[in-house]
């Protein structure tokens, strides 16, 4: 069982507003299927799906295989999955038991779902046999010895051990004779995030938090059941999960999940179901584009492509836009998601000069080192609040105090800039910022400018040690195929286009790829700490 709430104050300020109201996810879903119960709710890169009919009787059949193994209100289910449909089952199921759904991705290996299934308390666990090149129920023979609770366990398709059950014989028994009526205060969502602690926190989410930031952003963009959202982002992740399944089953709309990402096979996934928006990193983006101009292929229903995790660059959105996709930024957290996109009626220029402007109800400023507001267009930690903001840290009250304020801010760590219009711009992390022989160096400035250029791909600026200066610029570079960047061409490219000399990386390394989160954010600190002893001036590793 998870004991955070919401604060006092929390709810005197959100339900007074009428932001926060008394349904539960499961309510919304249910609404969903009796309005629309012949309509496609999911599908995926199979072909196969459910529709809101289906999906209905399949959850209540799953809930019911497991309140008989004794999960019930409260208690943790974890969804190790691809983007599959079936995700879409166990949520509803979940829900419907009144228990908290804690989604992760298929990329996160066996020590992290051990600490994790621990840490939670985990009484259900639903894997694939077997993804790409991982065998999940291997991963779970080798961690059973050290779980503190034994899940139960449904796989879905085969893998090297037998155990648990299959999820066609959990969905074969009687439907679940009524659903658990949670309230909406009750935590539902546990989201794991990595961050430059040495264990992922657990981000608590309730209904009513969870439910606002997905209206929010649905109203901004004005989406509604009529429209198809195709997802490649990992929907076990924060934003494939909350954006694309929540979002989705609360308006009663459809969604194509893709589990394998590659550009050419998401722009015909995106023509076949006829998708009206998505979102993905940028390199998500970058593929898109590079498909479709290779390819000639168009995609007229596409009305929104939110990007978001990554820089911009000007010269991606104006290629994207060559061809009828519009790039919309979006910015947020596991802790607070989203809190700003670049809203429709802005100009295009949004997308790569601002990381969007604030949802409706959500507060967004920069502070300095004393807590108070910067003035407009000056850098500062940038801060949020608002009925979407997470709860807690699962179990550690201190990291909690630390990031959620007592008047309910949720301090991100993020450097930032807020516009007197409102518009918001990430400069970097304050733990990142290059501090160079006492002179701070903002790594995405530079970063946004060597994207620019034809050999670089993608790359992330980080700050090495150094004895004489406390730190040095190193930037690490990913190359397109058959294209490679030089030390000195890098350093030209910067000066040419008025780069301050200071600010000039010091080092070059190039890598066939950067360490990321699942949904395409660059984990900067994983790279200090493989790098931290770097001496030469240019490499490859």
Request: proline share 6%; aromatic share 8%.
């Amino acid at each position: 069982m998870i004991d955070l709430k919401p604060t006092l104050a929390a709810c005197e300020r959100y339900y007074q507003s009428a932001y926060w109201q008394d349904k539960s996810l499961a309510q919304l879903i249910t609404a969903s299927v009796a309005a629309h119960p012949d309509k496609t709710a999911v599908t995926d890169a199979s072909g196969q799906g459910v529709s809101y009919r289906e999906l209905d009787d399949k959850a209540a059949r799953l809930a019911a295989f497991w309140q008989v193994r004794g999960v019930g209100a409260g208690d943790v289910v974890t969804m190790h999955l691809p983007n599959w449909w079936q995700t879409a089952v166990v949520t509803f199921a979940a829900f419907k038991l009144g228990a908290v759904i804690n989604p992760l991705p298929p990329t996160y290996g066996w020590k992290d779902l051990a600490f994790i299934m621990n840490k939670s308390r985990s009484k259900a666990v639903v894997v694939a046999g077997h993804f790409r090149s991982v065998d999940y129920t291997e991963h779970l023979q080798r961690i059973a010895p050290e779980l503190k609770v034994q899940p139960s366990i449904v796989v879905i398709g085969s893998g090297q051990v037998t155990l648990g059950t299959p999820l066609d014989e959990a969905l074969s028994g009687p439907l679940l004779a009524q659903d658990h009526d949670a309230a909406a205060d009750d935590p539902t969502l546990l989201l794991f995030t990595s961050g430059s602690e040495s264990t992922p926190k657990g981000v608590v989410h309730t209904h009513n938090t969870a439910i606002y930031g997905e209206r929010a952003l649905s109203g901004t963009l004005g989406l509604g059941h009529t429209d198809v959202c195709f997802m490649a982002s990992p929907v076990t992740h924060t934003s494939g999960f909350m954006h694309g399944i929540l979002m989705t089953l609360m308006n009663g709309a459809t969604v194509s999940l893709l589990d394998v990402f590659k550009g050419d096979v998401a722009v015909d996934q995106m023509l076949t179901s006829r998708a009206n928006w998505t979102m993905g990193a940028t390199p998500f983006l970058s593929d898109v584009v590079d498909s479709m101009e290779k390819s000639g292929k168009r995609l007229p229903d596409l009305r929104y492509f939110l990007c978001g995790g990554a820089p911009i660059p000007e010269v991606l959105v104006r290629r994207a836009r060559a061809l009828g996709v519009r790039v919309m930024s979006i910015y947020g957290s596991t802790e607070s998601p989203p809190h700003t996109a670049t809203w429709p009626e802005d100009p295009i220029e949004a997308a790569w000069q601002f990381d969007g402007r604030a949802l409706p109800g959500v507060e967004v400023c920069a502070v300095d080192e004393a807590s108070k507001p910067v003035a407009p267009g000056q850098p500062g930690e940038q801060w949020s609040r608002g009925p979407h903001t997470f709860i807690g840290y699962l179990g550690e009250p201190e990291l909690t105090a630390r990031a959620l304020d007592a008047d309910g801010w949720y301090h991100s760590g993020d450097l930032a800039t807020v516009s007197a219009e409102g518009g918001v711009r990430i400069v970097g992390r304050i733990k990142d910022m290059i501090i160079r022989g006492g002179q701070n160096i903002s790594a995405r400035e530079v970063e946004d400018i060597l994207l620019e250029h034809p050999a670089c791909h993608s790359v992330a600026l980080i700050g090495l040690p150094d004895e004489r200066m406390g730190e040095l610029g190193c930037a690490v570079v990913v190359c397109p195929p058959g294209k490679t960047l030089g030390f000195e061409e890098m350093k030209q490219f910067l000066i040419a286009r008025g780069v301050a000399r200071f600010k000039l990386p010091e080092r070059l390394v190039l890598r066939d790829a950067l360490p990321a989160t699942p949904s395409g954010k660059i984990q900067k600190f994983k790279l200090r700490e493989e790098l931290k002893s770097l001496n030469g001036a240019n490499t490859h590793v």
